[in-house]
């Protein structure tokens, strides 16, 4: 079962910026936060990853809580194309259990003109 | 630089058939992941293979084996295929088994009649 919880669905305003929560309270000391997207008809897409402090890339920036029981996704500024499902997933770095990704729902993201 | 390529984009099936998808992993990659989507959810954890050896397996029946190659490339076979098994099957590939991101292609979407 997926360790994370997700909104199903949220708006946003080409432009502006794309705040998408996700809630991990069981998450253990040993496991990542991963951030992928999927756009209709494709994979899923590699977004972002860490562990306990805030990382930003080229396309978005992760906002870890201090008690890591929660994270936000930041795109700076979203465009039509940032349109897609987002899976906020808690993966075990080590280990028999580790290595594999567990989704769950994900949030549907609509970025509108 | 090829990303993770997956053959064949489409297929069509019938009841009780067997199939046989293919995966090319991303340069330097060494590791390959399988999962299976079906429509409206998100994608789960078939296997994954990593030194030519299954490394870890989901709650996947028998039906679905695999099989990696010396370069690093990945079959996964379904027998006796069910109208469930319609679905997207996705391969994803990384370096090492634990930490660092896994890259999916864009899946071979499986069809049972």
């Known amino acids: 079962d997926a360790k994370t919880t997700q909104p199903p669905s949220m708006d946003c305003a080409e432009g502006r910026a794309a705040n998408l929560p996700c809630n991990h309270s069981t998450i253990s000391g040993n496991e990542y936060v991963y951030w992928y997207r999927q756009i209709h008809s494709q994979g899923p897409q590699y977004i972002i990853h860490?562990?306990?402090n805030n990382e930003t890339n080229e396309m978005a920036s992760l906002i870890i809580t201090e008690d890591r029981k929660s994270s936000t996704l930041i795109l700076p500024h979203a465009t039509l194309r940032d349109t897609a499902v987002y899976y906020c997933?808690?993966?075990?770095?080590?280990?028999?259990?580790?290595?594999?990704?567990?989704f769950g729902q994900g949030t549907e993201l609509s970025v509108k003109p | 630089d090829a990303g993770v390529t997956q053959s064949p984009t489409h297929l069509i099936k019938t009841r009780g058939q067997q199939v046989t998808l293919r995966c090319s992993p991303k340069?330097?990659?060494?590791?390959v992941s399988w999962y299976q989507q079906a429509l409206g959810q998100g994608p789960q954890f078939i296997f994954q293979?990593?030194?030519?050896?299954?490394?870890q397996r989901g709650n996947f029946p028998d039906r679905f084996s695999g099989h990696q190659f010396p370069n690093y490339s990945s079959e996964l076979n379904v027998n006796a295929l069910l109208l469930g098994d319609s679905a997207l099957y996705l391969c994803a590939s990384s370096f090492g088994q634990h930490n660092q991101p896994q890259h999916f292609g864009d899946g071979t979407r499986l069809s049972i009649l």
């Open positions: 340069s330097g990659h060494d590791t």
């Open positions: 293979y990593y030194e030519e050896e299954e490394r």
């Open positions: 860490g562990l306990k």
């Open positions: 997933i808690v993966r075990v770095a080590s280990g028999n259990q580790g290595g594999k990704l567990i």
